[in-house]
């Protein structure tokens, strides 16, 4: 096998394992928008809960480039490849009805999940096997 296969099966390894962490933590973004609310357990409250409040009410405190209008330069190079989102794409997500955009490192999945209504699809499923979707009611706070 020669450098550049070996290099290149590395930067595609990479690749895929960014687009599946992308994609894993955007379903637990998702689950988490759409069910979990203050009370439900004190453990989930102090790590889960309450900082997904907090983002969704101050969207600059976490994943702070990802709101950030002049980021570092190697945030803003990677930004402008795709590698990271920058705000205007994220912004979507901070926007009524609060149903895009889960996916919160890179550009590439959220347009395609979005575009194929991924994430009401879920929805849909989860309805049918008797879960209530309580994402952006007013008991929520309107996220």
């Known amino acids: 096998m020669t450098y550049a296969l070996i ?10 394992c960014l ?15 759409t069910w979990l609310r203050p009370g439900i357990s004190p ?9 997904n409040l ?11 480039w990802g ?8 945030i803003a190079l990677l930004q402008r490849l ?5 705000a205007a794409h994220h912004a979507l997500h901070h926007k009524r009805p609060y149903g895009v955009r889960y996916c919160t490192t890179t550009t590439f999945l959220n347009p395609v999940l979005d575009r194929i209504g991924f994430w009401r699809g879920l929805e ?5 096997c008797g879960a209530r979707v309580h994402r ?7 996220y």
């Open 7 to 16: 290099a290149a099966t590395i930067v595609l390894h990479a690749c895929i």
């Open 67 to 74: 709101h950030c209008g002049t980021p570092p330069r190697a």
């Open 54 to 64: 907090e983002h969704h009410q101050r969207p600059g405190g976490i994943h702070y």
């Open 19 to 33: 687009l599946a962490a992308d994609f894993l933590a955007g379903v637990v973004h998702w689950a988490e928008d």
């Open 82 to 86: 795709g590698v990271l989102q920058p």
């Open 43 to 51: 453990l989930l409250d102090k790590w889960v809960v309450l900082p």
């Open 124 to 128: 849909r499923i989860a309805e049918r």
């Open 136 to 142: 952006a009611t007013p008991a929520r706070g309107g």
